[in-house]
């Protein structure tokens, strides 16, 4: 299917930009003195109107509120639900595990030379989709500016299950995944699988393999849930740490962003710091941001369903494959 009709529709074109440039266009943007590495959050208290943070280093860091963006385990979220749950104020539904039906490798390869792969010469960006046929998995690869390819895979498992469930499993049957391999396990199971990439030496996802650094592989749990608890007392939870939504919508990213961006706008015009002030902005920033993000969470599993080996994958995939131009740029 043909991408480019996107920027007349839309405005702008479509555009892939890695994670370790995004982090350096970020970081460009924040002073050095304000960024700490390596120092995970251990307890936070209250104490005068002011919230202290305890980090792993030792050191303890103070200020008016704790900004909870610390992804889908967050430790933030932990002490605050901790908290609650002492006091019987947690909801069942956010004392629940985060579910996930799907695991994800994914990885980059080095650098390729254009004269031994012609794919990674190419101007436009190529992004191909496999279903396995008769196999639980589909998975994907588009090659980048950079002279590489992107790949994943995505493993679809029989019924949802979670983090803990997963590693107790593991503990109970020794199984090698939680040995510390899970990467290396789902590459070995994987590699024999046909890419659609011609014209070159790459055939398999195992080619892919071969060609991409270890550092560079990681499997990933694709969790999704909204939780209802976003705020308590001087903490506040945003992106991923009260919203995890399934990659393939393309709203999670977009989503913590708009989080963050309704909660500085309020932040901005709050009247004074005092507790009852920090609650009632972050009854609105939860209010406003809800909504929004259960309608990505929705939107996001209507589009994970596309590669689900069911009628609705099936039927999406012949829609895919056989729609007209004209009818496309309408849908």
């Not at 030379?113 to 989709?129: G, I, M, W």
């Not at 679809?156 to 299950?161: A, M, P």
């Not at 590459?187 to 659609?196: M, S």
Request: with cysteine; proline share 5%; aromatic share 10%.
């Amino acid at each position: 299917m043909d991408m480019r009709p996107v920027e007349g529709i839309a405005g702008y074109p479509y555009f892939i930009v890695s994670r370790p440039k995004l982090y350096e266009l970020i970081l460009k943007q924040v002073p050095a003195h304000k960024i700490r590495f390596g120092c995970r959050v251990l307890n936070i208290t209250e104490k005068d109107d002011k919230v202290i943070v305890h980090v792993s280093n030792g050191d303890t860091v103070e200020g008016d509120i704790v900004v909870g963006a610390d992804g889908a385990y967050s430790a933030v979220r932990q002490r605050m639900y901790e908290e609650m749950m002492g006091k019987g104020e947690l909801p069942i539904s956010d004392q629940e595990e985060l579910p996930f039906s799907t695991t994800c490798l994914v990885g980059q390869t080095k650098v390729l030379d254009p004269n031994e792969h012609v794919e990674v010469a190419l101007n436009d960006c190529h992004f191909s989709t496999s279903l396995g046929k008769d196999k639980p998995f589909s998975w994907h690869t588009f090659n980048t500016t950079q002279g590489t390819i992107c790949w994943s895979v995505l493993h679809h498992l029989d019924s949802k299950t979670s983090k803990a469930e997963t590693e107790q499993r593991f503990r109970e049957n020794n199984n090698a995944e939680w040995d510390g391999h899970p990467a290396q396990t789902m590459c070995d199971e994987t590699r024999n699988f046909p890419v659609p990439i011609s014209g070159g030496k790459i055939q398999t996802l195992g080619d892919l393999y071969d060609l991409t650094p270890k550092e560079y592989i990681s499997k990933v749990m694709l969790e999704e849930k909204v939780f209802d608890t976003w705020y308590y007392r001087r903490s506040v939870l945003l992106g991923d740490a009260c919203h995890k939504l399934n990659p393939a919508g393309g709203h999670g990213a977009v989503t913590a962003m708009h989080d963050a961006i309704a909660l500085a706008n309020l932040l901005y015009a709050m009247p004074t710091k005092t507790s009852s002030d920090i609650t009632k902005i972050f009854e609105e920033y939860h209010q406003e941001r809800f909504i929004a993000a259960t309608g990505s969470y929705k939107y996001s599993k209507q589009m994970a369903m596309r590669e689900e080996k069911n009628v609705i994958g099936a039927f999406y995939s012949y829609c895919m494959t056989h729609m007209p131009k004209w009818l496309w740029k309408i849908t």
